[in-house]
């Protein structure tokens, strides 16, 4: 890719969604324009305009053209920097494995972890054993490799680690100790953590926590 491309991304910095295309980028060295949507208040013109189907961010926008969706994203982005730090595996069973483990995280994780911050009571306890009960299915994944990626970091890894970056999110909205029921899993983002690119992109869990209950205050949750 000419060094001359246009690279803007449409985000939301508390978003999991947002991170996961910050530790594409970040991954890659590609460097980027990024614009904040303010998600509390009126969506802006350009996101309307770049993402008129779900008006979500995040979204890349490449010399002009609009990528939505942030798995579709990171995709994306792995095959346009393709010279650089892969991120899906070659292998079309391993690459298929991959993608079904973070469309998992989608469709099954990140419902019951927004609970364990938005519901209470019988339905934030419930969304509590439902979430354990995942991402141990999940952590399972890891088997004896260091990161979901085998030996290096990859594709599940950033479908992930955003929510490593909410984990004393859950814990402090849940009361619960997610690194009692899954060390692996907790070891696992520690050691993605000595990972520069990760280190500067993921935002801090303590920081991550104030992100959320100031948005929680905001939109009254
Ligand atoms: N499946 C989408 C989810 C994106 C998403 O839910 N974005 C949220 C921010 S975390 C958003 O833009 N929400 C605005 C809205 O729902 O109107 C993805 O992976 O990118």
Redo the contacts with the bound molecule.
């Keep these: 890719m000419a060094n001359s491309d246009q690279i803007v991304l449409l985000d ?1 910095f508390p ?4 991170i996961r295309v910050r530790l594409a980028l970040a991954a890659k060295g590609v460097e980027y324009e990024g614009k904040e949507e303010d ?1 509390t208040g009126d ?1 802006s013109s350009l996101l309307l305009k770049m993402n008129p189907v ?5 979204v890349l926008i490449h010399n002009g053209k609009p990528i ?4 579709i994203i990171v995709e994306y982005i792995d095959e346009v920097w393709k010279d650089r730090c892969p991120l899906l595996p070659s292998d079309p069973y391993q690459k298929a494995q991959a993608k079904f483990w973070a469309d998992f995280i ?1 469709k099954m994780v990140y419902p019951c972890s927004k609970k364990l911050w938005t519901a209470k009571g019988a339905e934030q306890e419930a969304s509590k054993k439902e979430f354990l009960d995942r991402i141990k299915l999940l952590e399972g994944e890891l088997k004896s490799y260091p990161y979901f990626g085998g030996e290096s970091l990859g594709f599940l890894d950033i479908a992930f680690l955003p929510f490593y970056s909410r984990f004393y999110t859950f814990e402090a909205f849940g009361n619960f100790s997610i690194e009692a029921e899954c060390p692996k899993l907790v070891a696992w983002g520690k050691r993605c953590m000595e990972e520069e690119f990760v280190s500067r992109s993921l935002p801090h869990q303590h920081k991550m926590y104030d992100l959320v209950v100031e948005f929680t205050k905001k939109v009254g949750i």
Excluded at 68 to 71: I, K, R
Aim: aromatic share 12%; with cysteine.
């Design positions: 939301f978003s999991v969604f947002g998600l969506k779900h008006k979500k961010i995040p939505c969706e942030s798995l989608d």
